[in-house]
Antibody, heavy 118, light 106 residues
């Protein structure tokens, strides 16, 4: 059974850095696109970007390019989403999502809540 | 960026109603469109992919149609479990979600 298990909720201050994780299991990690989707409080879904662990091919939404970094550690089947300097507007739930075809997402993590507040 | 516009943003309906949600793309996306259902506090769940392919395990009362720039999600007979928010997603060029349609009890 494919599972994407995300790291726990985070409370951070503006300007701090953060790296959240998504551990995959039940499939071949290197042959499966992993993406990230943001959902701000009470709002809709926003696609942030995706990575193919097999060759680290990474694609970002223009809205998020330069704002976040998506990476993987194949040795532990884990994908990451990181910020170098958080803003209050980064507060949201972040879902990692999985696809065999860099398209639609059958597999979703449970979500990681990030709160950025002074 | 391809923009996805869903309508309506909110829909009030009763159990047993036929419900249709529309999604329009700012440019042609062929059939590279998926539909998701999200309930409060839960991750979304895919219902339809490639515009009209029903995901395994999804009830047959859900159907999708369309190609190019205009797409619809239809629920043939609304059930109590279907009150939720629905999103379309294009995956022709990168990916973009529509703004969502909340289906409420009338």
């Amino acid at each position: 059974e494919v599972q994407l298990v995300q790291s726990g909720a985070e409370v951070k201050k503006p300007g701090e850095s953060l790296k959240i994780s998504c551990k995959g299991s039940g499939y071949s990690f290197t042959s499966f696109w992993i993406g990230w989707v943001r959902q701000m409080p009470g709002k809709g879904l926003e696609w942030m970007g995706t990575i193919y662990p097999g060759d680290s091919d990474t694609r970002y939404s223009p809205s998020f390019q330069g704002q976040v970094t998506i990476s993987v550690d194949k040795s532990i089947s884990t994908a990451y989403l990181q910020w170098s300097s958080l803003k209050a507007s980064d507060s949201a739930i972040f879902y990692c999502v999985g696809s065999y075809s860099s398209g639609w997402y059958r597999y979703w993590g449970q979500g990681t809540l990030v709160i950025v507040s002074s | 960026d391809i923009q996805m516009t869903q309508s309506p943003s909110t829909l009030s309906a009763s159990v047993g109603d036929r419900v249709t949600i529309t999604c329009r793309a700012s440019q042609s996306i062929s059939s590279w469109l998926a539909w998701y259902q999200q309930k409060p506090g839960k991750a979304p769940k895919v219902l339809i992919y490639k515009a009209s392919s029903l995901e395994s395990g999804v009830p047959s009362r859900f159907s999708g149609s369309g190609s190019g720039t205009e797409f619809t999600l239809t629920i043939s007979s609304l059930q109590p479990d279907d009150f939720a928010t629905y999103y379309c997603q294009q995956y022709n060029s990168h990916s973009t979600f529509g703004g969502g349609t909340k289906v409420e009890i009338k």
